[in-house]
């Protein structure tokens, strides 16, 4: 019988592998996750050096579980091509393949297998057929795609700042490597596990009102995609099969990285990623984070409001900061 973990340390174990990017590895570990017909894509945008790798690549080599293919920016269009012909049932992740994923052609050729149909390279008189995609992708890539691919995908934004880069330094120094251990076998039995949960009538009503509330919440008219249902679905499925529940306390920790795949263009701590250790005074906060997302700002201005009413951010004067 598998050994339960409590929601607390699982949680503990999330932001202590790769800090300020848990949903990345989160993201990662959903993609791995298998639900029958339901699809996890993961597209993590941002600079180098910012937890892409570390929390999609490097976690999967440590899992080792043998069912996905790693390509670089070595791949050709027909390398790609020859990647889902080769390997329709294995996951497919593409680290920093900027030449590739500029051609219009490869983001075609990407956006048909996440929606797990078949691909055709034509040649002359000939056609060349694979069958129809099996896995999951991810996308590590610094450059954007068109909207039409990233709809397909949770999209994942990391940044950087100086305190994440202090607090990596700490992080990097102090890791504790059998803690590690121990959660990396609590993820590969979870992945491996065979049942596919089913969400209650409760949990479906939960869902439902989550979303529209967050979409209720947004002053933006724009921008929505009638996929953004399948992807909250899709989402908290494999919440449940990892945490093993879908309680009051499991779902504290995950709406916020939930509600951010619903318009699926920004990380859901860019607040306090923006601050870090900084003081801002309120309008200036509000005007970089609309610029960073392309919000406008009576609607940054409503989140930032939003993390000062739950205790996340402090407010002294008009200067904010991260409590």
């Known amino acids: 019988m598998e050994m339960e973990m409590e929601t607390k340390k699982i949680i503990k174990h999330l932001r202590a592998y790769n800090p300020y990017c848990e949903h990345i590895t989160l993201a990662t570990i959903f993609a791995k996750i ?60 593409l680290d920093e393949c900027s030449a590739l994923v500029r051609d219009r052609g490869a983001q075609d050729m990407i956006k048909l297998a996440a929606e797990g149909k078949a691909l055709n390279w034509v040649k002359k008189d000939s056609v060349e057929k694979s069958k129809p995609f099996g896995g999951n992708i ?28 202090s607090d990596y330094v700490d992080h990097y120094l102090d890791k504790k490597v059998e803690a590690e251990k121990e959660f990396l ?18 949990e479906l009503i939960h869902i439902r009102t989550f979303v529209k509330k967050q979409i209720e919440l947004n002053d933006e008219n724009l921008g929505y995609s009638r996929r953004v249902i399948q992807r909250m ?26 509600a951010a795949y619903i318009e699926n263009r920004r990380t859901p701590t860019i607040i306090e990623t923006l601050l870090g250790d900084e003081k801002l005074e309120k309008p200036a906060l509000i005007k970089l984070l609309a610029r960073e997302t392309g919000y406008s700002e009576r609607h940054a201005r409503r989140l930032v409001d939003e993390e000062l009413i739950k205790g996340k951010l402090k407010l002294f004067g008009r200067v904010v900061s991260v409590t």
């Not at 991810?138 to 950087?160: A, G, P, Y």
């Not at 989402?235 to 990285?257: A, M, N, Q």
């Open 233 to 258: 679905l899709a989402y908290f499925k494999r919440v449940k099969k990892f945490f093993g529940r879908l309680d009051d306390e499991v779902l504290l920790f995950i709406e916020p990285y939930a």
């Open 138 to 165: 991810i996308l590590n890539v610094n450059s954007s795609l068109m909207d039409s691919l990233s709809d397909r995908f949770f999209v994942n934004v990391t940044l950087m700042n100086r305190k994440m880069a």
């Open 34 to 93: 298998k639900i029958k017909n339901s699809r996890f894509n993961v597209l993590n945008h941002g600079p180098p050096g910012t937890g892409k790798s570390y929390g999609s690549i490097e976690l999967i080599e440590k899992l080792d579980l043998g069912s996905e293919i790693i390509l670089d920016n070595n791949t050709t269009k027909r390398g790609l091509f020859e990647t889902f012909l080769n390997y329709p049932n294995h996951d497919i992740i």
């Open 185 to 202: 076998k609590f993820i590969r039995r979870r992945i491996q596990a065979k049942k596919d949960p089913e969400l209650t009538t409760s």
